[in-house]
């Protein structure tokens, strides 16, 4: 088993100093776009419904990657915890879950009297 200082050097690899990966989502019924920030590099991930495609690229890159979102995911979401945890972010308290994944896992913080969110948004993305 790793010990948690080779955990953090090796996490320092992926994201920088940052630590950690800073993802901001924008939804509208059946469309996706997301900012990605590793530390290292942004990125950008969007979801168009017409081809049920998702492509990503990094910022000032000349290549995007694209992903059949019809085709069956090696990645699944095997639980989701409601966390009894609550943080102040952007001086907005909000409540945590904690995904569960096949390969690992998400802590998502969220404030429900700030953003409003449908279920039915998720369908098809």
Known sequence: MLSQDEWDEGLKEVVGDQGFIRQKNHYKANQFAAEINTGLEMGMDVYNP????????????????SKDHQAESMIKVTEIIDLDTT?????????????????GEALVWYNSDVLKMNSDFYKGT
């Open 87 to 103: 943080a102040i972010i952007n001086n907005i308290s909000c409540k945590a879950i904690n995904i569960k994944l096949t390969f």
């Open 50 to 65: 017409v081809d049920s495609l998702h492509y990503a690229w990094q910022l000032n890159s000349k290549e995007a990657l």
